[in-house]
């Protein structure tokens, strides 16, 4: 049973960085270290977006408010995925959730688990 728990989120101040993580459980790291890993956000009444994702080979994407102030890492070993938030704005203000994909080769999703979310205020 593969669960993913959020955690590093809390109040900062505008232009602060939080370090937020995601740990899989109920699997190894020779499975996870197949599956696409992303992060999203989802302010109040608004959409649930994504933030940064990294693929099994290590590339990451961003979304344009995230880029050059967000990275996204990965550590197999740990089953974790991490998400370091730079340079932080009250409108990043959101819950945060990690999402896990198993793709098939043609890239159509197989299966995916999401976490809990985790809450992270900006305060200005």
């Known amino acids: 049973q593969v669960q993913l728990v959020e955690s590093g989120g809390g109040l900062v101040q505008a232009g602060g960085s939080l370090r937020l993580s995601c740990a899989a459980s109920?699997?190894?790291?020779?499975?996870?270290?197949?599956?696409?890993l992303s992060w999203y956000w989802q302010a109040p009444g608004k959409q649930r977006e994504l933030v940064a994702s990294i693929s099994s080979s290590g590339q990451a994407n961003y979304a344009d408010s995230a880029r050059g102030r967000f990275i996204i890492s990965r550590d197999d070993a740990k089953t974790t995925v991490y998400l370091q938030m730079n340079g932080l704005q009250p409108e990043d203000t959101a819950v945060y959730y990690c999402?896990?994909?198993?793709?098939?080769?043609?890239?159509?999703?197989?299966?995916?688990?999401w976490g809990q979310g985790t809450q992270v205020t900006v305060s200005s």
């Open positions: 109920g699997t190894s790291e020779n499975i996870f270290s197949t599956y696409d």
């Open positions: 999402k896990m994909e198993a793709r098939d080769w043609q890239g159509v999703v197989r299966f995916h688990f």
